[in-house]
C-alpha cells in the first residue's frame, strides 16, 4: 500500500475493540464445585471449555477483522503510482511530445491526426496539476526547454505544424529525457502520435528503450491519433535517366504508384515548367495498383532545349494525404562532353571499345550522344591543347616525357579529369620521375597473375560517389564473368590516395588521387586492346565477355565523375544542403533565390565558387538567378523523404517487443487518457477489493456463529 485517500476514516478501525469488550464483559466465570465423584465428567467438561473458548476466539477474530477491514477500505488506499508520479494534487514535470512528420497530415473524419492530436494535448494540459513544468517538443531542432508556464505551453500547442523535415518521434523523445532529467518534479512523459512506421524506425526502438531506461522515475503515456486502416495513393522517389543529359536525349522521369490500405486505378500526369513558369502538361500514364503493393511509371519528356528544366508528376484525384501525391525534378540539358581518347597505335583499334562504350554509333548519328571523343596519339598529346576538353583517356600509356607529365598536371590542378588505364606498355621504370609521380596514385612495382581467372572486380562494398549508380545492382552484377588475368600493382600508394575499386582479393583495381581542383583516376588492369594481345597473354575479359554491359557501365561512370557530370546534384531530400558549383561564367555578387514559397538573396562563399542555399524544408522546385536576361540560371528540386509520408502502422505488440522492459500505457481516447493519468498518478485503488473481503468475512462469521451456537 502506498498511500490512502481519507486517511481520517482509518481511525475507524479503532471500533475493532468493541467485540473484544463485549467478550470480555460476557464472559461467565464457572462456580466451583467439589464433586469428587465425578471427575470423569470433569474432565470431558473442561475439554468442552477449550473446544468453545477456541470457537469464542475465532468469532472474535473476524467481527474485529470486518471492522478494521471496513475502516481500511472506507479509507481509499491506493498502491503503485505515487513512487512515480507523487501525490494527487502535487506540480509534475511533463514533457508533451508530438509527432510533427508530414504523415501527421493524413485528413479522417475531416480531421488531421495534427489536429486531433492538438485536440487531446489541450484537453490534457487543463488537467495538469497547477505549477506544473510542461515542455512542448516536436520534430524541429529546437533545444527542449519547459514552458515558462501553462498559458506559454498552451499558445506553443496551438502554433504546431507539421514540418517536412521533423526528426522521427524516437529522437523527440529522446529530447524529452534529457529534459526531464533537468526537474526534480515527478516525471510524465506523453507522446502524441499516429504510429507510423516511419515516425518509429526500428533500428531506433532499441536506443531509445536504453535512452528511457536510463531515465529514471519517469514513465511513457502513448497518445495514438492514428487510423486503425489508413487509405492512400503516394508517389515514390524520383529516377531520372540522367540529372545532366544530352540535347536531343529523352529525359526519362520514372516512378513508383504505391498504394496503403485501399486499391484501384490511378492516372499520374507530367509536367515541365516552361521560361514563364507556367506547368505544361505532356502526359499522362495510367495504372492498376493492388492494396498493399505498387507499380512502376515511367514518363520520356522529348524535345527538351539546352538550359535547365524543371517539372513533377502528380497523381490526379485526391486522397487522405496530399502531401505524397506530387513530386518533384530538375535536370540539365546541354551539350555534349568533349573527350580526348589517347591511345597506342594502331589508334582506331586501341580505343574502339572505349569509344563505343561512350558514344554509340547510333547515338551520334541522332545527336543524343553525351559524349564526343577525339581520338590521338601518344605522339601527337604534346601538342594539344587540354583545355578543350573536359576530361582527358590515356589508354595503357607508356612512358611520357616529363614536358608532357608537366602539362598534363597543369590540367589537372586547374579543374581537369585524367583516366589512367594501365596495360601492357606500361613500363614500373619509365613512371617514376617526379612529374609522372604527381599524377600517378604511387610507385608502380610487378605485374599480379591469375591465369585461371580466378579474379574479378569487386566494387560491392564500396560507397565511392563514383558507383553511386551500381548500389542499387550491389550482388547482382555477374564480375566472375568477366575474370581478370594479369594487373598492375603499386608498391607504395601516395598519401590521400583512395581505393574505389578493390580486386577479390583485396588489391586496388580503380584508385583515385586528387591533385589541385582536379582528380585522377588510374585503373591497373586495360580495358582498350584485343583479350589476346601480341605476347599472347589475355590481361582480361572485361570489354569481351558475354554481354559486357557491367564494363559498359563502368567507363561511363567513371568518365562522368571525371568531368563532373557524376556528383552533380540536382535533386535532394527535404533538410539536406544543398550546395551549387559555379564556374567561371556563373559567377555573380548576390544571386536570387526562388524557393516555393518566398525569395530571398543569397552570396556565394569568399571563392565565389559555390553556392549554399538554406531553407530547404518545403517541397518544390527551387531557381537561382544572377545577371539578368544574360546572366545565369540555375535550379533543383526537393522531395520529401519516403519515410516521412508513411502510414503504415507499427502495433503495440511490436512496440513492447522493442521497448523490452520499458513500462508504458497506450490510450486512444480521452477516457483511456484520463484513467490511466488516474492510475499513474494517483495509483489503483484497493477499496472494491477491501469491501469483497470484508463481505467474505461477515459472511464466514455468521455461518461460523450459528454452527457454533446450535452445537452449545
Known sequence: MDALLNPGLL?????????????????????????????????????????????????????????????????????????????????????????????????????????????NALWLLARLPEESQVGVLDGSNDAPVFQIDLGAAKQRIQRLEADRTALPVTRVVESACQLLEKSSLPRELYVFTDLSRGAWPAAELNRLGQRLKQTRGVRMQIIDVGVEQPKDFALGEIRLSGQIVARNTPLVVATDVSST???????????????????????????????????????????????VHQGYLRIVGEDGLAADDTRYFTAVVRSAWKLLVVAPPPVEEQSIYVAEALSPASFRKNGQARFVCTTASYGKLASITLDDYAAVLLLDPPPL?????????????????????????????????????????GTL???????????????????????????????????????????????????????????????????????????VLALTTPFSEDPVNASGDRWNLLPTGFEPWPFVMLVNEMTLYLV?????????????????????????????????????????????????????????????????????????????????TRLDRTSEAELREQLEGVKFALARSQDQIDRQIHDSRVGRELFPLLIAIVAVVLGLEHVLANRFYRQA
Open 564 to 644: 563532373g557530370g557524376g556528383e552533380t546534384q540536382l535533386n535532394y531530400l527535404a533538410g539536406q544542403p544543398v550546395v551549387l558549383h559555379l564556374d567561371g561564367e556563373q559567377r555573380f555578387p548576390t544571386y536570387q533565390v526562388t524557393t516555393p514559397k518566398d525569395q530571398f538573396l543569397q552570396a556565394p562563399d569568399n571563392s565565389g565558387a559555390s553556392l549554399a542555399v538554406p531553407n530547404t524544408e518545403s517541397a518544390g522546385n527551387y531557381r537561382v538567378k544572377a545577371g539578368g536576361e544574360k546572366g545565369v540560371e540555375l535550379g533543383f528540386s526537393v522531395n520529401l523523404p519516403p519515410d516521412a
Open 401 to 441: 616525357a616529363d614536358p608532357v607529365w608537366q602539362r598534363l598536371g597543369t590540367y589537372v590542378v586547374g579543374g581537369g579529369g585524367v583516366a589512367l588505364v594501365l596495360g601492357e606498355h606500361a613500363q614500373p621504370e619509365g613512371f617514376h620521375s617526379p612529374a609522372a609521380q604527381e599524377l600517378l596514385p
Open 11 to 119: 481511525a475507524g478501525a479503532g471500533l475493532a475493540v468493541i467485540p473484544i469488550i463485549i467478550h470480555l464483559v460476557m464472559r461467565q466465570r464457572p462456580k466451583h464445585l467439589e464433586f469428587p465423584a465425578l471427575r470423569f465428567i470433569q474432565k470431558r467438561h473442561d475439554t468442552n471449555q477449550r473446544r468453545l473458548r477456541l470457537r469464542q476466539l475465532l468469532l472474535l477474530a473476524l467481527r474485529a477483522g470486518a471492522i478494521g477491514l471496513l475502516a481500511l477500505a472506507l479509507a481509499r488506499p491506493t498502491v503503485d503510482a505515487p513512487s512515480v508520479f507523487g501525490k494527487r494534487e502535487g506540480p509534475v514535470a511533463a514533457a508533451l511530445v508530438f509527432d510533427s512528420q508530414p504523415h501527421m497530415q493524413y485528413r479522417h473524419e475531416n480531421r488531421t491526426r495534427l489536429e486531433v492530436a492538438r485536440e
Open 445 to 519: 612495382g610487378l605485374q599480379g597473375r591469375y591465369p585461371d581467372g580466378d579474379l574479378a572486380l569487386a566494387p560491392d562494398a564500396s560507397d565511392h560517389p563514383l558507383l553511386a549508380k551500381f548500389r542499387p545492382l550491389r550482388g547482382s552484377i555477374p564480375w566472375e564473368a568477366f575474370p581478370v588475368f594479369r594487373y598492375w600493382q603499386f608498391d607504395k600508394l601516395a598519401e590521400g590516395v583512395q581505393t574505389v575499386i578493390p580486386y577479390t582479393n583485396n588489391r586496388p583495381a580503380l584508385l583515385e588521387k586528387v591533385v589541385g581542383r582536379g582528380r
Open 261 to 307: 490500405g485501399t486499391g484501384g486505378r490511378k492516372v499520374v500526369e507530367s509536367y515541365v515548367i516552361d521560361q514563364l513558369g507556367r506547368a505544361e502538361k505532356r502526359s499522362e500514364e495510367a495504372v492498376q495498383v493492388e492494396s498493399g503493393s505498387s507499380a512502376a511509371v515511367q514518363f520520356a519528356l522529348g524535345g527538351l532545349d539546352q538550359g
